[in-house]
């Protein structure tokens, strides 16, 4: 998927002349890196948000237009106003094909359903990771890599090491490091219901009042008969 993207070369810069820039509906923002210098630029902002809002965006190499200049680029930074929904400011770095780059690139799960843990246990899958930083080639950035979890059962995890990745491409993880990306889990509520049910007695297991505490049950008959049999007998006495 090839995303293109306008832009004009930005010659005020400045507080307020980034200001004036978003009121007017443009969004400042910056190129550099690559075999070029720094490049301030100005951008439509109703174009951008929409762009923003496409995962290849994200993760793809963009052909950016400047001027009638087109070079490649990637999208490094953009800050959002911190609650009216506007790109404040983009940045843009510049790719080489000889130098490779380090992206994180989405993660896409896929036959969950199939998997004997969904359809024999009912579980769900966990995704610890929804993204993967990689390096390579700008020309074989993929936009997205698949994670395969149709053969899952209960209890079972998907490593980075497990990941088919697109030729070219490797994770970039620490030396050693193997980072879980998925589990197979069963929901946290069906559990808890089980254990539930599990702690609660059955009714006959249930001790009655004479088995938990015969002193007292003893004590509980006298009362009702007319009083305690030490209580009687004295009565007695004095009656005599």
């Known amino acids: 998927m090839k995303i293109e993207i306008s832009a004009q070369k930005r010659t005020t810069q400045g507080t307020g002349a980034s200001r004036r820039l ?19 630029i100005e951008l439509d902002h109703k ?7 496409l995962e290849a965006f994200h993760a793809s190499i963009l052909s950016l237009e400047v001027d009638g200049a087109k070079e490649k680029v990637l999208l490094r ?20 094909g000889d130098k490779k780059i380090h992206m994180k690139v989405p993660l896409h799960f896929v036959n ?11 579980a769900v ?8 930083d990689v390096t ?4 074989d950035l993929p936009e997205f890599i698949e994670v395969d979890l149709g053969a899952l059962s209960v209890g079972d995890s998907v490593h980075v090491s497990d990941l088919k990745m697109p030729k070219g491409v490797e994770a970039a993880v620490h030396r050693g490091a193997n980072p879980v990306v998925a589990t197979m889990i069963v929901p946290a509520l069906i559990v808890e219901e089980e254990v539930a049910a ?7 297991d249930v001790p009655t009042t004479e088995q938990a505490a015969p002193e007292k049950a003893a004590e509980g008959a006298g009362d009702a008969k007319g009083g305690k049999p030490a209580e009687k007998a004295a009565d007695k006495k004095e009656k005599k």
């Open 77 to 96: 930074a953009f800050n959002m106003h911190p609650y009216k929904g506007r790109v404040q400011h983009i940045d843009f770095q510049r790719v080489t």
């Open 198 to 204: 599990a702690e609660v007695p059955a009714a006959a």
């Open 47 to 53: 174009d951008l948000l929409h762009k923003l809002s």
């Open 125 to 132: 899958a966990n995704h610890v990771l929804n993204e993967l």
């Open 112 to 122: 969950a359903e199939i998997s004997p843990a969904v359809k024999t246990m009912g």
């Open 22 to 40: 978003r009121n007017a509906g443009k969004v400042p923002g910056i190129v550099y890196g690559g075999n070029g210098g720094p490049i301030n």
């Open 136 to 139: 390579c080639f700008p020309d």
